[in-house]
């Protein structure tokens, strides 16, 4: 799962924010970042560029709690705000939330139906929920977009588990010793979005 960077829109920005934040995030000092958008908060409460990029940089720290908080604060303030959505998805959704991610990955979708990220999350967030077919049809718009190799890995899977009995003891022979034990078990499925860990994870790169 890739998570997306944040996009940092044009605005009058104070001094720490655009002096100090976005060359701190682009040489991936996420703390000095962080640091330095909080001081922009500071100074501003309702700058949501200055919420969205800390949420940006607490998320590149693993700070997810404080990410979720930030970019829930940026959509307060910027409800059509495109990168907060989709980016609070991904944070939700690798903190196994899906539910709630699928909120804001819907809505990431609905405004950009034509991007390639929102897509494939949105699947993944899907694929976690076991809704396949319909996370399948996502992963093939993204494969449209964009040809990934991690999306047609999840279409694969999808596939394989398409193809499987829904009743699990259909495949036991009767009179099976294992008969019993393996019915009253659902089928082994991970519910986990293909490369999930956070380091795997990417966001958005800010917009100037």
């Known amino acids: 799962m890739a998570l997306l960077a ?7 920005f104070p001094p720490t924010f655009y002096t100090e934040g976005l060359p701190a995030l682009d040489a991936k000092q996420y703390q000095a970042a962080a640091d330095a958008f909080n001081k922009a908060i500071a100074s501003d409460p309702n700058d949501f560029t200055a919420h969205f990029n800390l ?3 607490d998320s590149l720290l ?16 910027k409800p059509n705000l495109y990168q907060a959505d989709l980016n609070l998805g ?35 967030a899907l694929q976690v929920q076991a809704t396949y077919p319909k996370a399948e049809e996502l992963y093939r718009t993204a494969l449209e977009l964009d040809k990934d190799a991690r999306g047609r890995k999840s279409l694969s899977v999808i596939k394989r588990r398409a193809c499987r009995p829904t009743n699990p003891s259909a ?7 294992s008969r019993r034990s393996t019915a009253t078990r ?15 994870l990417r966001f958005l790169r800010p917009v100037r």
């Open 55 to 57: 949420a940006l940089a």
């Open 90 to 124: 991904i944070v939700l959704l690798r903190n196994k939330q899906a539910s709630e991610a699928l909120t804001h990955l819907l809505a990431a979708v609905e405004k950009k139906p034509k991007e390639f990220r929102p897509n494939l999350h949105l699947a993944e």
């Open 171 to 177: 495949s036991i022979s009767k009179g099976s010793p």
């Open 62 to 77: 693993n700070k997810d709690t404080e990410a979720i908080a930030e970019y829930r604060k940026a959509l307060e303030i």
């Open 186 to 200: 659902p089928p082994h499925s991970s519910t986990k979005p293909p490369s999930s860990s956070k380091r795997a």
């Open 6 to 12: 944040a996009v940092i829109v044009l605005a009058a």
